[in-house]
């Protein structure tokens, strides 16, 4: 049996904008780290964090709409992994489930 392991890909890291799709609603401007990488299966999985003002991390927090708009010019639509946001928090962490580069181009 061929051994099977978890290839790390890369990271993006920058700032954008986190758009609400189903209303345009601009929610603000955010930082994130995203690292990527490929999984048992050969999926390509990718989460991170992302950082924003408390208020604005609040609005977006449990919308299932949400596209980073990042100033690379990359669209990546993401979800909030956890179910709660502590009150005040600039930060969560975060699925991205479309728009990821092609495996060749995470940067490392």
């Known amino acids: 049996m061929a051994a099977r392991s978890i290839t790390y890909l890369g990271a993006l890291r920058g700032e954008g904008t986190l758009v609400g ?6 929610l ?11 999984d048992f299966s050969r999926e390509l999985v ?12 609040g609005q977006a927090f449990g919308r299932q709409d949400l596209m980073l708009q990042t ?14 946001l502590a ?3 600039d930060a969560a962490h ?10 060749a181009d995470w940067p490392r």
Do not use: N, W
């Not at 990718?46 to 991390?57: D, K, T």
């Open 94 to 103: 975060v699925d991205v489930t479309q728009g990821m580069p092609a495996p």
């Open 28 to 38: 603000g401007r955010a930082e994130y780290d995203i690292g990527a990488f490929r």
């Open 71 to 84: 100033d690379s010019g990359l669209s990546l639509a993401l979800r909030f992994s956890g179910k709660r």
């Open 21 to 26: 799709t189903a209303d345009h609603c601009e």
């Open 87 to 89: 009150a005040g928090t």
């Open 46 to 57: 990718a989460s991170g964090e992302l950082r924003m003002s408390p208020q604005a991390l």
